[in-house]
């Protein structure tokens, strides 16, 4: 009997709220019907009314609430009908009508026990349906959300690598084939199954040797990035030197699953390192050609105080020259015709002596005129009172009176104004050398000097029709010709002229100075 109150107490104590008052009204059915029976003395009229609280407790409560409903049902059945007026034919039969009540009473609470069975597993695979449902619905949204956000972060990154102005893509490492490549590395569609010896490169096969290094294979073998140049064909096809840098992508093994890489065109570059290595072997050459300019001119620099040495000689030798025949000839005669005077006055002899005297007078004179030739040879002071081109003209013409079978034109288009000051000097120099040089040693018969201003450019140019020179012989050896040469050339490149000289064998000679920027 304990262990038969054990579970409905047990029950009720699980379900302390409902499950009491169900059962108490339950009680009170039960306990009402019998109570009717009683009254009544027709039980089986209220028969049915007993399934009422088995039902109830068979639905509300449980199994065992049932049986205990079912079991005081019968037993209420029984007391009403012993304590009624009415006298049962045989026990045997009463019992046997409670079995069969007590059986009906049963199937009717399996029966409804099992409806409200089936009832409680509908509504809960109802309820796991829904919660499963609402768990589909959650996973769904879920993976709607995370697809949503695979392709936000797809797009950004579409987006990304549409934004790189250079070549990106990324490469399987297994097979070498391009897996996804930006629009600055192939216009349109990525065929399926293209390498990336093939894409960038035009290859059939992966690159190697050292001039075509494969970065592909040097990512995989080090798991390092790389850095390599190359030469890369563009989307368009066009030639492209270009700097390789590749990155490996590493799966949890740490094996390279993809390598990334990056194309930077570096041509442009390449051709300024061209063109800088071009400007220093030029630059080169350059200081090797002025060194070779230098060490002549250090050469003609050393042969410089020689030839001073020479200049100066020759001119001691050529004013002694010209003091020995024009001014010590005239001393000389002077000295005879004085002593012969001073004999003629010995001897009474006044007339002859004064006549005598009034010879002198010529010879005087043209000793006078000798030695202002050569104090103006040496220092014209015509060229500080009259300036440069009135020295010319004075030159032409006390040249004319030495050779007057010579012809000497004097073309002169510029102002004395015009004449720097420290050019006058060397313009009358050189044109004086040239044309002592011409008369002594070229045998011509016409000389034109020409001096022009133009644009800032003063020009002076002296030709001549005679037997011409041998430049490269008369510039090597160290004659008076030479020197004479030499000296006009430094006269004109001291004050920043340009000098040339033009001549051949018995075509004439033709200098010309030029002096930019005055």
Not at 44 to 69: E, H, Q, R, T
Request: hydrophobic share 40%; proline share 3%.
């Amino acid at each position: 009997m304990t262990s038969f109150f054990k579970l409905p107490r047990s029950f009720l104590e699980e379900f302390p709220g409902r499950s009491f008052i169900v059962i108490t009204i339950c009680v009170m059915l039960v306990f009402f019907v019998g109570f009717l029976d009683y009254v009544t003395g027709y039980e089986m009229d209220f028969f049915l009314f007993y399934f009422i609280p088995i039902a109830i407790s068979a639905w509300f409560v449980g199994i065992w609430a049932a049986v205990f409903f079912v079991l005081l049902s019968v037993a209420t059945w029984l007391f009403a009908d012993m304590l009624s007026n009415h006298q049962p034919s045989s026990w045997l039969i009463e019992w046997w009508n409670a079995g069969i009540q007590g059986l009906t009473f049963s199937l009717t609470a399996l029966a409804v026990f099992v409806i409200r069975k089936a009832f409680d597993q509908k509504r809960e695979l109802n309820a796991n349906l829904s919660e499963t449902l609402r768990k589909l619905e959650e996973a769904s949204s879920k993976r709607w959300i995370a697809e949503q956000e695979i392709l936000q972060r797809n797009e950004f990154l579409h987006h990304i690598l549409e934004s790189l102005t250079h070549p990106f893509y990324v490469v399987d490492a297994d097979d070498d084939t391009v897996i996804i490549a930006n629009s600055a590395t192939i216009q349109g569609e990525l065929p399926h199954g293209t390498t990336c010896h093939a894409l960038t490169h035009q290859r059939s096969e992966p690159c190697s040797g050292v001039e075509h290094l494969c970065p592909m294979e040097k990512v995989k073998n080090t798991r390092k990035p790389f850095t390599t140049e190359h030469v890369y064909y563009d989307k368009d096809g066009s030639e492209r030197h270009v700097e390789v840098h590749s990155y490996p992508v590493l799966d949890n093994e740490g094996k390279v699953t993809q390598v990334i890489e990056y194309i930077l065109d570096i041509t442009r570059r390449k051709q300024l390192e061209e063109e800088l290595r071009k400007s220093r072997d030029e630059l080169e050459l350059h200081v090797r050609e002025r060194t070779v300019e230098l060490e002549l001119a250090n050469d003609k620099l050393r042969l410089v105080p020689s030839r001073l040495i020479a200049v100066q000689e020759n001119e001691s030798k050529r004013l002694a020259g010209d003091l020995h025949d024009s001014i010590g000839q005239t001393l000389a005669a002077l000295k005879f015709r004085i002593e012969h005077v001073i004999t003629t006055l010995e001897e009474r002899e006044f007339k002859q002596a004064l006549q005598l005297l009034h010879e002198f007078v010529p010879i005087l004179q043209r000793s006078i005129d000798e030695t202002r030739a050569i104090y103006m040879g040496l220092k014209p002071t015509i060229l500080a009172d009259q300036g440069t081109l009135a020295t010319l003209e004075w030159c032409r013409q006390e040249l004319l009176k030495l050779y007057p079978n010579q012809h000497i034109e004097l073309e002169t288009a510029i102002r004395e104004e015009d004449i720097p000051e420290d050019l006058k000097t060397a313009i009358f120099r050189i044109v004086q050398e040239a044309l002592n040089n011409t008369f002594k040693h070229a045998k011509s018969e016409w000389v034109d000097v020409r001096l022009s201003a133009n644009d800032g450019t003063i020009e002076l140019e002296i030709s001549d029709d005679g037997i011409g020179i041998d430049l490269d012989y008369i510039m090597e050896s160290c004659t008076a010709k030479s020197l004479g040469l030499i000296g006009m050339r430094e006269r004109a490149e001291l004050t920043g002229g340009e000098f040339t000289i033009k001549s051949a064998p018995n075509e004439g000679t033709t200098i010309k100075v030029v002096w930019r920027n005055h």
